[in-house]
């Protein structure tokens, strides 16, 4: 039963990485905003899809201990880490938030520079808080955060980017964090 979860959460590690590589590499100006979106609901789905059929066999199988649940949860904050960015996209893109994918890095309505990275990093933190059993440390993080962003969240939309953003980003960290727990009950 590890084995299915470590590969299902690799599984949307790597789907993600190659998406983020292959939207690096190919940077289309004629690609029209609602491909974009379109891509990013498809990965978020897909993602979402495996990490349901990851909590799946992670709860109906036998719990784990040792090495298979280390290997899980260094798995599940890896795919954690590296995945997300798109389902951030298409909750912005619901909430009516530009962003700086959106328009090519040039427009001053998406106000907040370096989310993706930051994203990355409070989800990692996010995951690895939760799997370790210190829920107060998302606390620490999101207080972090908003300290680092305090002058930034006076921009137009700033301050409903960085919510929705950020409540995206923590929730998919969790349901990461949420499979890993699973294994080893």
């Known amino acids: 039963m590890i084995a299915i979860i470590v590969l299902l959460l690799l599984a949307i590690a790597v789907s993600a990485g190659t998406s983020l590589v292959r939207r690096r590499l190919v940077d289309d100006p004629e690609r029209s905003d609602s491909a974009v979106l379109a891509t990013d609901v498809i990965a978020a789905a897909a993602s979402a899809a495996l990490i349901a059929a990851a909590a799946v066999v992670a709860a109906v199988g036998a719990p784990s201990s040792g090495a298979g649940l280390v290997a899980v949860h260094v798995v599940a904050v890896i795919a954690a880490a590296t995945?997300?960015?798109s389902a951030v996209?298409?909750?912005l893109a619901l909430g009516g938030i530009p962003t700086r994918a959106d328009n090519h890095d040039d427009e001053p309505e998406a106000p907040l520079r370096g989310g993706r990275i930051i994203g990355m990093l409070e989800r990692t933190a996010v995951a690895?808080?939760?799997l370790l059993?210190?829920?107060a440390g998302i606390g620490i993080i999101?207080?972090?955060k908003?300290?680092?962003?305090?002058?930034?969240?006076r921009a137009p939309r700033a301050s409903e980017q960085f919510i929705l953003g950020t409540f995206a980003s923590v929730?998919?960290?969790a349901a990461f964090?949420?499979?890993g727990w699973l294994a080893g009950v």
């Open 128 to 130: 690895a808080s939760l």
């Open 83 to 85: 995945t997300g960015s």
């Open 177 to 179: 964090a949420g499979v």
């Open 133 to 135: 059993a210190w829920p």
């Open 146 to 153: 908003s300290l680092a962003r305090f002058s930034e969240l």
């Open 171 to 173: 929730l998919w960290a």
């Open 142 to 144: 999101l207080a972090v």
């Open 89 to 91: 996209r298409v909750v």
